[in-house]
């Protein structure tokens, strides 16, 4: 790994770095506040979107009450449409799957600033003992996992039996006293410190499989030619992307962390740790090795999730090569590819084809080639319409007759039929005994009664049955169903 500072390299960082513009924007105090206070102190991996305003319009509401509403005159909202629409916002904001409502996330750099910052602050207590002693097994668990000498690895791990049982008669003697309050304090400190660092590089995992989910569908939209060809290209992409050192590892850690025995154990201990002296201590300032697994496997989960979508961009693309559309998803990659030749670097030129329209020419209106003006006149009808005897009743009957279905009386209908026939009956059967009296409505209501379980009933979709009725008794209307048979409930 190269720690080299170059010249060249930092004065491109000073001009593209999202962490230094942070660090150099007139809004300081309010972002790193703010994203500290809704992120980083309660580890929220996203946030809805108008929680999120919600949350930053208490936050203003706080800061001008000190110091006056003239600091920071735009609302809420403004202000986080501003940190997600500005180029190299410092938040992301997306929809999530099977969502209604967009969330908010911070940027891996936005993070790592507001870490950097808390480190800067001071810690309580710094100790060096547990981090030497953690560099020393580290550097033994190299050389022996590397070492291709059968010897040395067994006098290793025979010396490490000769201090386990060492360990086991002190504690048979008693003389084992365990660890000193300092040393308990200080490997708590170096906990804490470790599982946040932890929890702040999934948010850069994610940041990186949501890049190579973007190049893969550039790589769809821009690559012309065949689909096996472009298959062909994505899957060996995928391969390289399991394959690699980053995606082995969270494989490993998500395996690691869904494996029930070590997430019991891992409750089990840290309670056990945290209800001691010093972790009741620690708790108290601090409270997130309490939450730790339920924090590792929220974001292991996020990370995982944003991995499924490379996946879900191959079905899709499949899924699209069907011949009715095969010309509309042709237009579209088209389209697609000439947006990623957009270079956002740089400002868009309009041509003039965008803004002219051809074949187009000034309309002339004639008004002199017309006649002049015309007094139509008015016009009178010669005949009276005639009358009708104003004696003669029309009978309104037949209009104000509103037919009205008693759903308790098909309820009875139906409970007579699952008698007669051994508490199993169907509709045809129904409305064989009790024909229609009411038409389509009636048979409407039957039907409503079986798909709202009034009555157990099963609808069949794959069969039908034909249903008949007489309105007039010269017509007969025929219907056909899905079949519906009642069921007498036990």
Not at 372 to 380: A, F, N, P, R, T
Request: contains cysteine; negative net charge; glycine residues 4%.
């Amino acid at each position: 790994m190269n720690t080299a500072l170059n010249y060249d390299q930092l004065e491109q960082f000073k001009e593209h770095s999202l962490a230094l513009r942070l660090l150099r924007s007139q809004h300081f105090a309010l972002l790193a506040s703010f994203f500290h206070h809704a992120f980083i102190a309660t580890n929220r991996r996203s946030i809805p979107y108008l929680e999120l305003v919600s949350m930053l319009e208490q936050h203003l509401f706080n800061i001008t009450d000190s110091y006056g509403e003239e600091r920071y005159p735009k609302s809420a909202r403004a202000y986080i449409d501003d940190w997600i629409n500005a180029k190299g916002g410092y938040l992301r904001k997306y929809l999530p799957q099977q969502a209604d409502e967009p969330e908010c996330d911070l940027l891996p750099e936005v993070e790592k600033v507001l870490r950097w910052l808390e480190e800067i602050q001071g810690r309580q207590f710094v100790g060096t003992e547990s981090r030497l002693k953690m560099l020393l097994e580290l550097i033994g668990e190299l050389v022996q996992g590397t070492s291709e000498d059968s010897e040395a690895k067994l006098r290793t791990l025979q010396a490490r039996k000769a201090e386990i049982e060492q360990e086991i008669i002190a504690v048979e003697l008693g003389q084992d006293s365990g660890f000193s309050d300092t040393q308990i304090r200080e490997r708590l400190f170096l906990l804490a410190n470790m599982s946040r660092q932890l929890l702040g590089d999934f948010r850069q995992v994610e940041a990186n499989f949501r890049s190579l989910d973007k190049e893969t569908r550039k790589t769809i939209s821009l690559r012309g030619g065949h689909k096996g060809e472009v298959l062909d290209h994505i899957f060996s992409h995928q391969d390289v992307i399991d394959d690699s050192d980053e995606g082995q590892s969270f494989s490993a850690f998500f395996e690691l962390l869904m494996t029930p025995q070590l997430r019991d154990s891992m409750r089990h201990n840290l309670q056990q740790l945290l209800n001691q002296e010093q972790g009741r201590i620690l708790v108290q300032q601090d409270s997130l090795l309490s939450h730790l697994y339920s924090y590792l496997l929220e974001a292991g989960a996020k990370v995982h999730g944003t991995r499924q979508q490379i996946t879900d961009q191959l079905r899709r693309y499949i899924q699209e090569q069907s011949q009715d559309n095969r010309r509309i998803i042709e237009l579209i990659h088209e389209f697609e590819a000439l947006s990623h030749q957009y270079n956002a670097e740089q400002p868009l030129a309009l041509k003039a084809e965008l803004t002219t329209l051809p074949g187009t020419q000034a309309a002339i209106n004639a008004i002199f080639s017309r006649q002049l003006y015309q007094d139509k006149g008015s016009e009178h009808l010669n005949s009276q319409p005639e009358l009708g005897d104003a004696t003669d009743q029309v009978d309104l009957t037949p209009l104000l007759a509103i037919s009205h279905i008693d759903e308790l009386q098909l309820q009875r209908q139906i409970s007579q039929c699952l008698l007669d026939n051994d508490g199993q009956t169907t509709l045809a059967q129904v409305i064989e005994r009790y024909p229609l009296r009411y038409g389509l409505d009636e048979l409407l209501t039957y039907i409503k009664l079986a798909c709202e379980q009034v009555l157990p009933a099963h609808v069949d979709d794959a069969q039908e049955q034909t249903i008949s009725w007489q309105p007039e008794p010269e017509l007969t209307r025929t219907i056909q169903i899905p079949a519906i048979t009642f069921i007498r409930s036990r």
